[in-house]
């Protein structure tokens, strides 16, 4: 879901990131954003206006990943 609004230069805050699952309670999804900020997989950014509020950004590694990814995909799909 994040790799949907990096594509599309749409700011996502943690709040919002932390609500979007149905499958997932707030607490596991802020567990596993923490997760990948420590892996390095995505950065927090502060707002300017309003410290309490962290928008979730990409880093080069996401990036990397995301793209490999999607190469696979697209390798698989041609195999088929």
């Known amino acids: 879901m994040l790799a949907m609004f990096w594509s599309t230069n749409k700011k996502i805050t943690?709040?919002?990131?932390?609500?979007?699952?149905?499958?997932?309670s707030s607490t596991t999804v802020h567990r596993r954003l923490k997760t990948l900020r420590l892996k390095g997989m995505l950065e927090l950014q502060m707002d300017e206006d309003d410290n309490r509020?962290?928008?979730?950004?990409?880093?080069?590694?996401?990036?990397?990943?995301?793209?490999?990814?999607?190469?696979?995909v697209l390798e698989a799909a041609s195999t088929r």
């Open 53 to 72: 509020v962290k928008y979730i950004n990409s880093t080069q590694l996401s990036r990397d990943y995301l793209s490999q990814l999607g190469k696979s």
């Open 14 to 24: 943690v709040l919002k990131a932390m609500q979007m699952s149905s499958d997932a």
